[in-house]
């Protein structure tokens, strides 16, 4: 089975700091990782996406991750935080196999302060 | 290209009834996965669905159960409501094939009382 660990639940940086929310999985197989972004009373929106044709991967809104096989992570970053990236920052993992089984993480909150 | 539609959005339930809700994919996507979210326990996959299919299960009780019309709409039921079952229900869809990204709808609050 894959997992997914998401290292601090809640993150503060200061407006025009570098945001860094940190990912861990596990998986048998090559995964299929993804960065989700959820704000208040809202679905969860698409940030990027990696299938292996890269390893560092770009996202929307300045966002972009780095997969590392070797630490088994896929942090993801932005060099200088926006007061509209306060939000619930998800990684998921794909189960790859048959079908769109998704495993998350229990997500970190991101709060910029201005 | 209208997105993932959930209905309804809010609804408040007794315990002991039951709910249906609702889900459109996105045209052309035929994989539809439903996922539960609340504080504690954050996104639990609840199934999938592919071609009128259940082709994945999450480890839910037998009350939760979906279904896949042949349009790729879909609906999931939960019966018997306790007040655990609070949550946001959310749908979501995606292209056939695996590493697909998966689409999500705005969700379906649920408040059993």
């Known amino acids: 089975a894959q997992s997914v660990t998401q290292l601090g639940s809640h993150v503060s940086v200061s407006e025009g700091a570098l945001v860094l929310l940190r990912c861990n999985y596990s998986?048998?197989?090559?995964?299929?990782l993804f960065w989700y972004v959820q704000y208040p009373n809202q679905g969860l929106q698409l940030l990027l996406k990696?299938?292996?044709?890269?390893?560092l991967v770009k996202g929307i809104n300045g966002f972009e991750a780095e997969f590392k096989k070797s630490e088994t992570s896929f942090h993801l970053t932005k060099p200088s935080a926006h007061m509209s990236d306060a939000a619930e920052y998800f990684c998921a993992v794909s189960e790859g196999r048959t079908g769109n089984q998704f495993y998350f993480g229990t997500g970190t909150s991101l709060t910029v302060i201005p | 290209k209208a997105g993932v539609t959930q209905t309804p959005r809010y609804l408040i339930k007794t315990r002991g009834q039951q709910v249906t809700l609702s889900c459109s994919p996105i045209s052309g996507h035929r994989s539809v996965s439903w996922y539960q979210q609340t504080p504690g326990q954050g996104l639990q996959f609840l199934f999938e669905y592919f071609s009128e299919t259940q082709r994945n299960k999450g480890n839910f009780p037998g009350r939760f159960s979906g279904r896949q019309f042949s349009n790729s709409r879909s609906e999931m039921n939960v019966s018997t409501l306790e007040l655990g079952d609070s949550a946001l229900y959310l749908c979501?869809?995606?292209?056939?094939?695996?590493?697909?990204?998966?689409?999500f709808g705005e969700g379906s609050w649920l408040t059993v009382v």
């Open positions: 998986s048998s197989v090559p995964p299929y």
């Open positions: 979501a869809s995606s292209l056939e094939g695996t590493g697909n990204t998966i689409y």
């Open positions: 990696y299938t292996s044709a890269a390893t």
